[in-house]
């Protein structure tokens, strides 16, 4: 895998009925439009899309970034005392108008998918959010604290901009005609409190908590990002706008029991990441069906057809 490499699909449109969207377990919660109570992960997503789960695509940059093969092979490590995984990927993909071009030929359908996006300036982010526009995915995730990439920081207007853009409308070339975008903050597994502040007065209701723990040797993820993702989770439906926040909760989910952890606390979806960092699933998602099947049970959702 030496960078993004989506599969062709060839879908029918979104419904945007009731019927195609999954049931939130948490009452209040509007939810985001055709989320699946299952997530995989970014970039495990652009690699394993089971039936049942939905799929993140990305994360993608303005620009290409090269070297992902030689990144992964550098830098990815398995701590097994802590059962986790250490990376200094740094967002290696070829970039967001490759997966523009893709959408526009036919060779890829967004419609159920999630995209991750990454800037690492106000311009990236604004020629980010263009392309998200045009293709306009189910929903953009604004990946916004990699610890590979340097420190945490947005533009003032970044919230405001993701909503805007996600409001439903025609999309220019490629896309689905009239359908909104919805937006999703992932957030960084500490120092979120002012993020989640401005995303929510920019209108946005969605959040991932959260991404890898910021390490020396990179960024690491598995069992101990699970207390601080548990944790983030529980701060934010203790808010007073708690009620009707959509939270993707993830980090250390590697037993179907895990699942049960994430729906105490307060999620209302959970992400697979590192439990898919497995060959085989390339092969057959049959180990993942017990994890979509007690999300289905523990957040609803409708079983496949």
């Known amino acids: 895998m030496t960078g993004v490499d989506v599969p062709d699909t060839n879908l029918p449109a979104r419904d945007a009925s009731p019927e195609g969207s999954a049931r939130s377990g948490v009452p209040g919660e509007p939810g985001v439009p055709g989320l699946l109570p299952l997530v995989i992960s970014a970039p495990f997503g652009n690699y394993i899309q089971p039936k049942g789960a939905t799929p993140t695509l990305g994360t993608f940059t303005l620009h290409r970034r090269p070297g992902r093969l030689w990144r992964i092979i550098k830098t990815v490590r398995y701590r097994r005392g802590q059962r986790a995984w250490v990376n200094k990927i740094g967002l290696r993909n070829p970039g967001i108008d490759w997966l523009a071009d893709r959408v526009t030929r036919g060779r890829c359908d967004v419609f159920d998918k999630i995209v991750s996006i990454h800037g690492f300036d106000d311009e990236q982010w604004t020629g980010l959010l263009e392309r998200i526009g045009r293709i306009r995915p ?16 947005w533009p003032v207007e970044l919230f405001s901009r993701a909503v805007e853009v ?57 069992q101990p990002l699970k207390p601080k ?9 203790g808010k007073s706008f708690g009620k009707g926040l959509t939270i993707i909760g993830g980090g250390g989910i590697y037993e179907v029991g895990d699942i049960d952890d994430y729906a105490e606390a307060g999620a209302s979806h959970v992400a697979l990441g590192t439990k898919t960092m497995n060959p085989v699933y390339l092969l057959s998602h049959r180990g993942l069906r017990p994890f979509i099947e007690r999300a289905r049970q523990r957040f609803g959702g409708q079983r496949d057809a």
């Open 229 to 237: 993702s548990l944790a983030c989770i529980r701060e934010l439906r």
């Open 138 to 153: 189910m929903a953009v995730e604004l990946n916004m604290s990699c610890p590979n990439v340097g420190e945490i920081g």
């Open 166 to 222: 996600g409001r439903p409308g025609e999309p220019v070339g490629a896309g689905n005609p009239g359908a909104g975008v919805s937006v999703i903050v992932k957030l960084p597994p500490v120092n979120y409190e002012q993020m989640v502040e401005q995303a929510v007065a920019a209108g946005i209701r969605a959040f991932h908590c959260c991404n890898t723990l910021p390490v020396p040797a990179g960024g690491m993820s598995g």
